[in-house]
Nanobody
Framework: QMQLVESGGGQVPPGGSLRLSCSAS????????LVWFRQAPEKEREFVAA????????YYSNSVKGRFTISRDNAQNNMILQMDRLKPEDTAVYYC???????????????WGQGIQVIVSS
């Protein structure tokens, strides 16, 4: 099972930017689709973005489309979520996951990271 570690979270004011990274420890990283989910306090976990194995097709929720960009570097075993024009409602713990594309978009990943906090507040 692949181990995933998120980094890059923190606190920013509304309108600011953050760059989340998800690093993986697996020689077969490129065989997995990747996903970001988030969970705000007292709310259900929510799909944010996903990307196919080759890194050529991104998927976004309507709430982040046009503000967030997902990308991956298979040579570096790394995935990035660039978050721009952040809003207070983006505040949540963000999790990266890996698995088969249709499954991860539905929240069923083979592996999950431990999560990282993002706070958007002035």
């Amino acid at each position: 099972q692949m181990q995933l570690v998120e980094s890059g979270g923190g606190q920013v004011p509304p309108g600011g930017s953050l760059r989340l990274s998800c690093s993986a420890s697996a020689h077969n990283f490129s065989t997995y689709a990747l996903v970001w989910f988030r969970q705000a306090p007292e709310k259900e976990r929510e799909f944010v973005a996903a990307i196919n194995r080759a890194g050529t097709i991104p998927y976004y929720s309507n709430s982040v489309k046009g503000r967030f960009t997902i990308s991956r570097d298979n040579a570096q075993n790394n995935m990035i979520l660039q978050m721009d024009r952040l809003k207070p409602e983006d505040t949540a713990v963000y999790y990266c996951g890996a698995g088969e594309l249709r499954s991860v978009i539905g929240g069923d990943a083979d592996s999950w990271g431990q999560g990282i906090q993002v706070i958007v507040s002035s």
